[in-house]
């Protein structure tokens, strides 16, 4: 039997590796103009058939054009990066942040994958921010922290406005405005960057500081190993420390401690940081919620726990931040919301789609793994029934009901004091819908700029990704149209800020944080208002 499963295993690995061959292959040979052309008529026909507002910014006549135009401009065969970057703009017309197409990048087999465990890209330690119409270096997470706060001239000799101007056009936001745009482009060009140019094993960046110009050749370079507070040699030498059973249970418990802690507040060990943060500023008047996603961890407990401090300590000001909060699950706003309405409310309308069967639709997506779409035929009787029972057909529109299309009362401990919200452009998808409801319903002061992600809703909640049979370019698009009860006009614009705030580089290089700091000035200046009235 083990010489069997061994066999087994073998096999495996050469398919594997055959696989990973032949699929770097085709992407990096020239693909006939007709096999192209095939591809992009593949793309605009999934866009037609699963999109259900296709149309919704750019008139189908445009839209019909501009993949006219594309097929057009191919007139000699190109690998797919180079058709990527032909087809992400095109792409970026339909003027919706949900759809995007990813570049065609090498695969490696698991003994390359292990190999580069062991290794980093400098590049990558760096975070950059779109600041002042120029790209920071804003932290780092490596050693070399001299590159704080210089700016990026150059990579490779080629100019970074020209590069930033280009990653623009390949991605869009929902509908007209331009703010997730300059908030994008910063917080992701290294992935940006990735897209475009593929694997490489190091750059020459040319850095800017204090009008001083500088070059350093990021490298590929091996992780350094952890180092032991005391030799080997000398642990011989030392006894083990025996802790007592209180002492080990103690521990047991500090342990368990940090693991709620990190569950409940979402710990991203990548960033080694926490999705979900809250905290007092200055007293227990004023309180700050640092929401970075709606994604990972026990949102539940966190926001039982946090109210119910804010409401045993009668705060009277809560400030929640969602500046670079690109989202998650609707589940999370809707229990949010919850804490933060005084009246009953409706989270999202009945949602637009495509096809009577839009979880089916989506599992069985042409890049769905195969246990997945396995289990998925198996249980198909069970997933089609739900599908036309939560769907329906009204003015020839097909329309599916989630469940946050109810009717729900607030939270018994719901909040009731001043409350004020951070946004800036990378304020998008959940977040947007969450302050489209504080906005509309007057709930909060927002400070900041507007959000990426538009007030009238999105098309998301669940996504197909399609890849095209020549170029194997992957394509996500959203399957359903999300949209709060609350309408704006003209469509296409995010949640606007009531008090307007561009942080500059400035604030960034003295740690100042201008959006905040103008919340905390309101909230001192309203008190010492009320209580010198209150003298009169």
């Not at 050469?14 to 793309?43: M, W």
């Not at 600041?131 to 970074?160: C, P, Q, R, Y």
């Not at 200055?282 to 926001?303: C, H, L, P, Q, W």
């Not at 589940?331 to 089916?360: C, G, H, M, W």
Request: charged letters at 30%.
């Amino acid at each position: 039997m083990k010489k069997i499963i061994g066999f087994v295993f073998v096999l495996m690995l050469v398919g594997s590796c055959k696989s990973v061959s032949k699929y770097n292959e085709q992407i990096a040979r020239l693909h006939p103009i007709k096999d192209l052309h095939a591809d992009i008529d593949k793309v605009y026909g999934q866009l037609q058939k699963n999109h259900p507002k296709l149309y919704q910014y750019t008139p189908k006549e445009v839209l019909d054009f501009k993949f006219d135009s594309l097929k057009k401009s191919i007139t000699t065969p190109i690998n797919s990066r180079e058709f990527y970057k032909k087809l992400a703009p095109v792409v970026a017309n339909v003027r919706q942040g949900h759809i995007s197409v990813g570049s065609a990048s090498k695969q490696f087999t698991n003994k390359e994958r292990k190999k580069l465990k062991k290794q980093k890209f400098e590049f990558y330690d760096l975070e950059f921010g779109y600041l002042n119409n120029a790209l920071w270096v804003l932290k780092t997470k490596g050693e070399d922290s001299t590159l704080i706060g210089s700016e990026v001239v150059k990579i490779d000799h080629e100019n970074i406005n020209d590069l930033i101007d280009v990653y623009k056009t390949r991605f869009a936001s929902d509908g007209y405005n331009k703010t997730l745009h300059n908030r994008l482009v910063g917080n992701a060009f290294s992935t940006l960057y990735f897209k475009d140019k593929g694997y490489l094993d190091s750059l020459n960046v040319t850095f800017k500081l204090k009008d001083s110009l500088f070059s350093r050749t990021l490298k590929r370079v091996e992780k350094e190993k952890k180092k032991d507070s005391i030799a080997t040699d000398s642990l011989k030498s030392i006894a083990k420390i025996k802790l007592t059973a209180s002492e080990k249970k103690q521990n047991r418990k500090v342990a368990k401690q940090n693991r709620r802690f990190k569950r409940i507040h979402g710990f991203i060990n990548k960033h080694d940081g926490y999705t979900r943060n809250f905290q007092f500023l200055e007293d227990s008047t004023v309180a700050y919620m640092k929401i970075k996603s709606f994604s990972n961890g026990n949102y539940r407990k966190f926001y039982k726990e946090s109210f119910k401090t804010i409401d045993s300590l009668q705060t009277k000001n809560l400030i929640i931040d969602l500046r670079d909060n690109g989202g998650g699950r609707i589940a999370e706003i809707d229990f949010l919301y919850a804490y933060l309405t005084t009246q009953n409310y409706k989270l999202i309308e009945e949602s637009e789609v495509n096809s009577r069967l839009p979880y089916f639709n989506y599992l069985m997506g042409n890049t769905t793994p195969f246990i997945l779409k396995a289990s998925s035929v198996i249980l198909s009787p069970l997933i089609i029934a739900q599908n036309l029972i939560k769907t329906k057909k009204k003015d020839q529109k097909i329309y599916y009901k989630l469940r946050f299309s109810k009717e729900k009362e607030p939270n018994p401990l719901n909040y009731k004091g001043n409350l004020y919200v951070l946004i800036n452009g990378n304020s998008f998808s959940a977040s947007s819908l969450l302050s489209t409801h504080l906005k509309a319903t007057k709930r909060a002061v927002f400070v900041g700029e507007e959000t990426g992600g538009a007030y009238n809703g999105c098309v998301a909640g669940i996504y197909k990704i399609y890849q095209v049979p020549n170029s194997k370019l992957k394509i996500r698009m959203g399957l359903m149209q999300i949209e709060t009860p609350f309408k704006q006009d003209p469509d296409g614009y995010g949640v606007k800020p009531d008090v307007e705030i561009v942080p500059l580089i400035d604030d960034r290089k003295l740690h100042k944080d201008p959006e905040l700091n103008w919340v905390l000035h309101a909230i001192k200046t309203d008190a010492n208002l009320k209580e010198t009235t209150s003298k009169i």
